[in-house]
């Protein structure tokens, strides 16, 4: 998750990692360049916990996703869903995002997922090979 959670101009470091159902992980997410984005929990990082609410194998994940911030706009639970459906050319991956933090902005917020979408679909491409 490391690899791939992390949208381009971030990266990641995994804290604590109990991956099941009612399990949770903690993910440090760190801006590569100042530039790029100022973190919400430090200057340079935004820090979750995620608790794993259900998981159903390789059909659904649903989470509950913590922001760590002083600043109230960035922080609260977020209900990330994540669906996996099977399709003539692999696998079709959903992310649903609901109660997003009212600072992120939605299109920033939907470009960090799209480059997550974008990371898990090349790692698993690496993989295969």
Do not use: C
């Not at 997410?29 to 929990?41: P, V």
């Not at 608790?51 to 990330?80: C, H, N, W, Y």
């Amino acid at each position: 998750m490391e690899k791939w959670v992390p949208p381009r101009n971030m990266t990641a470091n995994m804290l604590h990692f109990d991956f099941r159902d009612g399990g949770s992980y903690r993910m440090r997410l760190i801006y590569k360049n100042a530039e790029d984005g100022r973190g919400k929990t430090s200057d340079n990082a935004d820090e979750v916990e995620v608790r794993l609410i259900k998981l159903l194998d390789a059909k659904r994940i649903e989470q509950a996703v913590t922001f760590e911030s002083d600043d109230p706009d960035f922080s609260g639970v977020m209900r990330m869903t994540w669906t996996l459906d099977p399709t003539e050319k692999g696998t079709l991956v959903t992310i649903r995002a609901e109660d997003v933090p009212r600072g992120i902005q939605p299109e920033d917020h939907e470009a960090g997922m799209n480059s997550t979408l974008e990371n898990l679909a090349s790692f698993i491409g690496n993989q295969l090979k």
